[in-house]
């Protein structure tokens, strides 16, 4: 009796690869995102510290200034000093509402990741339960259409 149900058996393999390689690319793709989050929260992570050091520039040539001008009018000692102590408060309300900024960026920016990676969790979950429950199927429309496919050939052979 001749084998007809290799190419049928081949073709189910396939399917089922495909399949396999579906649900792995999936997989990657949620992963990448979750790299690509990481990486965006870096990113807001640098640019907070480069603001802070340009801040802190800013406050370092605002005291060069006024240490110029307290060298070369003399006199003006404790009006500079005033002007410094005023240039500090301001310079530290501005910073701590940077950094205050920032962490309620970070936070909200976190709970969203978490939330995302929840989600995508339990997408793959459920993925994975619905593919598995895809494939015992296939595997079962397989047995069926191969012994089907035996049936007829068995019967081909009796009516030769």
Do not use: C, W
Not at 5 to 24: H, L
Not at 74 to 96: A, C, K, M, W, Y
């Amino acid at each position: 009796m001749a084998d007809y149900t290799t190419p049928i058996t081949s073709a189910f393999e396939m399917q089922r690869k495909g399949i396999d390689q579906t649900q792995k690319a999936m997989e990657q793709s949620v992963e990448f995102q979750q790299r690509i989050s990481k990486a965006a929260m870096n990113g807001i992570e640098n640019q907070e510290s480069a603001q802070r050091r340009s801040v802190e520039l800013s406050q370092t040539a605002m005291h060069n200034y006024l240490d110029a001008i307290e060298a070369s009018v003399p006199g003006v000692e404790s009006t500079v000093e005033e002007l410094r102590n005023t240039i500090d408060d301001q310079f530290e309300f501005l910073l701590d509402n940077h950094a205050e900024a920032y962490d309620t960026v970070e936070d909200e920016i976190n709970e969203g990741m978490d939330a995302y990676d929840d989600l995508t969790a339990d997408s793959l979950d459920m993925l994975d339960e619905q593919i598995a429950t895809l494939i015992e199927a296939h595997e079962d429309l397989e047995t069926q259409s191969v012994d089907a496919l035996e049936n007829v050939a068995e019967q081909v052979e009796t009516l030769q």
